[in-house]
């Protein structure tokens, strides 16, 4: 089966060709002007969408060297996400699929990502543990099988994804905050401050909010104002919130691989490309005894390959959808986690 995949929640446009589940293509065209606002501005990412999308089709399918004709399935990621960035990438796929009279999938992002590590030679067995970390969600699900996904825990306010953005910001780091204070926190010593993570009612949740608020105010009190910070301190600062975050979701982790059953564990979404949380979770899977499977950097950011490879899944399954489908920017009825 060959599928064409298109992905734009955000501010990636991504556009995927796969044929019985091997990668032939894979582009992606990422938006570096939302560095200068600190953060994505929808309108700007919704307008680069229209721009990409087109040519970004007919590159990946000279790529695979597969003829639009020759397509099988089409899908496109429905939500969650930016709504008038959703609407490009759907509406495109809708279109597009309609004009060659193909089936049309419509996949939710976040099962995209919880399967991306199938994407990979090596691959999660049923039922696996999937820990989703994205700058929108962070996620604890029990993966049954294709169609089975139970969420165990989710977070009760911020993404640990979107933590990193707001605390790189405030001091002073600049965005995509992840890369950032990775890149400052390398080397570094973790204790130079202590950034409690909250708990939560329901064991498997997570709630990274109070940290923001703890690095503030650790700013406030031994600095005065963020612009204040000696250039040495910064790296300490960012090392010892990372450390916080990464201790949080390992810890919540194991607590699920103690209750329940799994035969291996996959970290995905963009915080994946972690290089502390890849350490972490991969020390975890070993003591446990365990199979780790964690996509490699390109397959952990959003990418049009995963949601290629998710629909093709879903219409194995005997899923059928038409082309009245919307899009939704939250998890939404079509999503199979329950």
Avoid: W
């Avoid at 030679?121 to 294709?146: A, I, N, Q």
């Avoid at 703890?214 to 919130?241: N, T």
């Amino acid at each position: 089966m060959n599928v064409l995949g298109i992905e734009s929640s955000c501010d990636e446009t991504s556009v995927s060709v796969i044929s019985d589940g091997k990668i032939l293509s894979n582009l992606i065209s990422s938006q570096d002007i939302h560095k200068l606002y600190g953060g994505v501005v929808p309108e700007l990412s919704s307008r680069a969408h229209l721009q990409m999308v087109m040519p970004l089709v007919k590159q990946a399918l000279l790529d695979s060297k597969i003829e639009k004709n020759e397509l099988d399935l089409i899908a496109a990621t429905a939500g969650p996400g930016l709504i008038g960035a959703l609407l490009v990438g759907l509406t495109f796929a809708k279109g597009f699929a309609y004009s060659l009279n193909k089936p049309f999938v419509p996949v939710n992002h976040i099962e995209g990502h919880v399967f991306s590590g199938f994407l990979m030679e090596e691959k999660p067995v049923f039922p696996y543990l999937c820990l989703v970390v994205s700058g929108g969600h962070t996620l604890l699900l029990l993966v049954k099988s294709d169609t089975e996904i139970e969420k165990l825990g989710s977070t009760i306010d911020d993404a640990a994804g979107e933590a990193f953005d707001k605390v790189s910001k405030l001091i002073g780091l600049g965005y995509p905050g992840g890369p950032m204070i990775q890149a400052a926190a390398d080397n570094q010593r973790t204790d130079f401050a202590a950034f409690p993570i909250s708990q939560c009612k329901n064991e498997f949740d997570f709630s990274f909010s109070g940290i923001k608020t703890s690095v503030l105010r650790f700013v406030q009190k031994e600095y005065g104002d963020p612009s204040k910070i000696p250039a040495d301190h910064l790296p300490l600062i960012a090392a010892s919130f990372q450390k916080s975050v990464v201790k949080a979701l390992i810890e919540k982790t194991e607590r699920v691989i103690k209750k329940h059953h799994v035969n291996s564990i996959s970290l995905v979404g963009g915080v994946a490309a972690n290089k502390l949380l890849r350490e972490e979770i991969t020390a975890l899977a070993n003591r446990y005894h365990k199979k780790i499977v964690i996509p490699s950097l390109e397959y952990c950011g959003d990418n049009a390959a995963m949601i290629a490879y998710r629909a093709q899944k879903i219409h194995e399954a005997g899923f059928k959808y038409d082309f009245s489908f919307n899009a939704y920017p939250s998890l939404g009825d079509y999503s199979f986690i329950k």
